[in-house]
């Protein structure tokens, strides 16, 4: 089953505007990530928050995380065309006491238009 | 680096034939995933390796698929037989992992798009 499940599954926002993608998660967490899939390729890493950190920024992306809630979220400001992608989290669950296997959620469609 | 490398990027064949996937990971890299996607299922963990050996491989579907990895290299997903349910896109990742409880990045191939008629 999946372990992250992404809201809302699909997205149309027009360039220029703020985009934000949230997270749910089941069970306790080293690490959530966040990757983004261009339409035919394979998915690339774009941003990692550890357990213990609430905030954390890379450009234009700001990722928070609420272990209390169980939820991140991904916010994407000025979007670009560019952005138009699918967005996963992936988890790596505290209990299996390894960080490599991760849980990818089921993803949110982010469409950008000019 | 010339990143993960699969192939190949499309394979079609028919229901009953035998399908053999690849992947290069990247050089340094002492981790290895096959994951397969579906619209319905999304992004399903197959088998994972550790420095070659099969680490977890409980989302293999069953039987018909099995991997290997005779060397740091190179890894290989089979399917066989091959079913039309088997249709989806198949990527492999690796990453470098490191002792303790630290995440690891993944990084993805392009990806192998299988239909089976």
């Known amino acids: 089953s999946q372990q992250g499940e992404e809201d809302p599954q699909a997205l149309s926002i027009q360039e220029g505007e703020n985009a934000t993608m949230n997270c749910s998660y089941k069970t306790s967490i080293n690490n959530l990530q966040w990757y983004r899939q261009n339409s035919g390729r394979g998915l690339v890493h774009l941003i990692l928050?550890?357990?213990?950190?609430r905030e954390k920024h890379s450009g234009r992306l700001r990722v928070t995380l609420d272990t209390s809630k169980k939820s991140s979220s991904l916010l994407i400001t000025a979007s670009r065309a560019a952005d138009t992608a699918s967005y996963f989290c992936a988890t790596d669950e505290f209990d299996t006491g390894t960080a490599s296997k991760l849980t990818f959620g089921t993803g949110t469609r982010l469409q950008v238009t000019l | 680096d010339a990143g993960v490398i699969q192939s190949p990027r499309h394979e079609v064949t028919e229901m009953g034939q035998e399908v053999t996937l690849r992947c290069k990971p990247i050089?340094?890299?002492?981790?290895l995933f096959w994951y397969r996607q579906t619209m319905m299922r999304g992004l399903e963990l197959l088998i994972y390796f550790n420095n070659n050996v099969p680490i977890d491989d409980s989302g293999m579907p069953e039987d018909r698929f099995s991997a290997k990895m005779p060397n740091a290299s190179f890894s290989t997903l089979k399917i066989q037989p091959s079913e039309p349910r088997d249709s989806a896109v198949y990527f492999c990742?690796?990453?470098?992992?490191?002792?303790?409880?630290?995440?690891?990045?993944?990084?993805f191939g392009a990806g192998t798009r299988l239909s089976v008629l």
């Open positions: 050089s340094g890299h002492n981790s």
């Open positions: 928050i550890r357990s213990n950190e």
């Open positions: 990742a690796s990453s470098l992992e490191t002792s303790g409880r630290v995440a690891n990045i993944q990084y």
